[in-house]
């Protein structure tokens, strides 16, 4: 998973895009922002859509996925539009992950409108009912979003929709009601876990089968092979921070950021997968350089 708002041309897209292909992975990842707020001077952030259609056409198999797509930026229809193209585009490879948008910045420097907490969630769950009728049979009412009409094209198969976030019932209840995966960001398993069971509960209720939706984590994974390489990489990692080494370990630890030997990474994931979690996706803050990838994958376990 990428954030190339805040660094990475299409070209670094796609070089890791065809390396997380070759190796096996299952799906390619990125954001969607428009501003590198933390970054002076601004990257050149490029568009999640315009980008994942690309890949679209230079990639062969890998899932494609926005992680996550705001409301706030898009209306409803021009997020099915660009979603149900790119999946034709790909085969049938595009995840579409949406949310309700939550950096005030970024909207106040392009002049969108960000609208209050209480009405970016009505949205998210409006333009949620949007989407599958969108997808289906192309009539909904809402208090933000109408729509009557027969939209064609259809999505070639499933198009899954993720909904991500970090509240912790608000977001996990639409999950249930509407996607097919539930993201959340790396934290305490057990915290994970009663969000889950929200999930399921909010399935059950809408007349949904729980087993069907995906539970995924996104968050950093350190790992090398030795504790000793782990070590060299953490002391430089600290140093750049001004942190000492303890500090930077005790923060990922406590934060249960899968870190260390391969041995200690399996022991995370798997507190992970006992609360529900079958996807990890590996987050990188820059768009990484296949060297890169090849570096901090060799001791992930999967």
Known sequence: MTEPQVGGTYDDLLAAA????????????RSDHYYGWSRDPKPAATDAFA???GLARETQSIELTVLVAPFTFRHPAIVAK????????????????VGTGWNEEEHVAFGLPFPSWAERFA????GLGYLRACFGDGKFQGTYYQLDADVVPKPTGRLPIIIGGSGPKKTPELAGKYADEYNVFVSDPASIGARVEIVRAAAERAGRDPDSIRVSVMGPITARASRAEY???LAERAGARNMEVAELEGRWRSAFVPAGTPEQVSETLAAYEAVGVSRYYVQFVEVPQPAVLDEAFAAIPR
């Open 18 to 29: 065809q390396w997380a292909e070759r190796s096996g992975l299952v799906a390619f990842a």
């Open 51 to 53: 980008t994942l259609a």
């Open 82 to 97: 660009n979603a149900t193209t790119i999946d034709q585009m790909s085969g049938g490879r595009l995840a579409l992950g």
């Open 123 to 126: 949205r998210l769950e409006e």
């Open 231 to 233: 070590e060299a990489v």
